[in-house]
């Protein structure tokens, strides 16, 4: 084999809810190595889908479950790469792998409840995002459509595969 695989990294739970996705997208959240500031974050976010879903009887899900619902909700399973073929950049959809698909998502989740205006701390606006890719709505579900839209359009040049 020439390629050197990289070694998977081993992700520690979290204290919270003992889950290692969840210290996985506090890492991707964090800023300037500030970790504890990315815990009270997403923690905070978690509280107020609880407190949001409680006022629904129907659903008995909890902040977790629907936090894990809505990242799988954003995933997007194809991506378009470009590569230079005769003087023209022809765009290639090619599958992704499944860990670079949760990255994808945690980091469209993360960058579109940062744009959010509406709302004043970024809790709030997680919170609100994770809500919205759960019900299958907002921007980062949009933009995962999107990236699906443009694997599908050039759905002709996947037999160029890198």
Known sequence: MRKIRKKQKIYFPDPKFNEPLVS?????LMK??????AYK???NAMDKI???NSHKENNKKTALEIWKE???NV???VEVRHRRMGGTNIQIPVPISSNNKI???IKLLITCASRRKNEKTMSDKLAFEIMDAFNSQGEAFKQKENIHKMAEA??????FRF
């Open 32 to 37: 300037n190595g500030k970790k504890n500031l």
């Open 41 to 43: 974050i997403f923690y």
């Open 50 to 52: 609880d407190s949001m």
């Open 24 to 28: 996985r997208f506090i890492n991707h």
């Open 103 to 105: 990255t994808k998502s």
């Open 70 to 72: 809505g990242l799988s």
């Open 154 to 159: 050039n759905k002709a040049f996947s037999h």
């Open 75 to 77: 995933m997007p399973h």
